[in-house]
């Protein structure tokens, strides 16, 4: 029997109606939630997100600023404007949409970020906390899978969870949100012996690497609920994940697509996250 599909579209819709009720809540006492997206250079990919990212605000309630600068723009320009928009009352969130230009150093330009604003939840202060349970911000896509194991009630308590990448982005802070919900974890990278050993034991299996079908049928535990956060494109253009989707399915019990899987609820997440900013604030 084919895996269930675990919808992101839908589950999209319905958090983001959330969204909305919370943005016109705050709204009514005259304190629209506000995002700041800034954008340097020209990268086409970067542009389709952040159109994406300030549609979602459009249509969801929340005011945003997009900002785009050339690719020349120096950095220290940059950490200027981000202070200027830490400083701003208006804006609750602040994302700079990566990757930056090589001349510009991305770290510093994340700790630039006021941590209080730091809606995409990457400022070391936010990473610590998450490290000691007590995050302020939970980084979005690794908060867009937990809500997806939560929509099928997956009892994430005393599973085997199993993560292949291990960024900053997605594979270290996915990891800290299993443990936290209380499932044993393990995290594969690009130097893991027998990588199929560990994925055919995960009752959970997060994929995140960005390299097409790395993971294949053989190597997932029949029944498993399958996490396909990989973005990339097969040989005819068209996009696919990190799994290997039409074989995977006919052994998983769940499993996300791409696209319309974990992609639309990370931007999702993004607009929760900047809820919560502004009810704090």
């Known amino acids: 029997m084919p895996a269930h599909l675990i919808d ?28 700041a997206v800034i954008l340097v250079g020209d990268s086409s990919a970067s542009q389709v997100y ?3 990212k300030v549609k979602a605000c459009e249509d969801n309630g929340l005011h945003s600023v997009l900002e785009k600068y050339d690719a020349n723009l120096t950095e220290v320009a940059l ?10 009352p208006h804006i609750h969130g602040i994302l700079v949409q990566l990757p930056l230009p090589a001349h510009i150093n991305a770290h510093k330009v994340i700790e630039a970020i006021a941590a209080a604003k730091d809606v995409d939840g990457f400022h070391v202060s936010n990473a610590g906390l998450l490290m000691t349970g007590n995050p302020l911000f939970r980084p979005c896509t690794p908060y867009g899978v937990m809500k997806m194991l939560e929509s099928i009630d997956y009892p994430v308590r005393g599973a085997h969870a199993v993560i292949v990448g291990a960024s900053n982005i997605v594979g270290k802070p996915q990891s800290m949100l299993l443990l936290q919900a209380g499932a044993t ?3 594969c990278n690009s130097k893991t012996r027998d990588l199929g050993h560990h994925t055919r034991h995960a009752d959970i299996l997060v994929v995140a690497t960005g ?7 053989d190597m997932v535990k029949p029944g498993a609920v399958v996490i396909d956060v990989g973005m990339n494109r097969d040989d005819s253009g068209k996009l696919c994940g990190d799994v290997d989707f039409a074989n995977v399915k006919e052994v998983a019990g769940y499993i996300t697509p791409v696209p319309g899987g974990v992609g639309p ?14 009810e704090r604030n």
């Open 8 to 35: 992101g579209n839908l589950l999209s819709k319905q958090l983001r109606a959330n969204v909305a009720t919370r943005a016109a809540a705050l709204t009514a006492l005259g304190k629209r939630p506000g995002l």
């Open 50 to 52: 952040v159109r994406n």
């Open 79 to 88: 950490l200027a404007r981000i202070d200027a928009l830490n400083q701003d």
């Open 185 to 187: 974890v393990t995290i």
């Open 211 to 217: 390299k097409r079908n790395i993971v294949t049928a």
């Open 265 to 278: 609820m990370t931007i999702t997440m993004l607009l929760v996250n900047t809820i919560e900013a502004a």
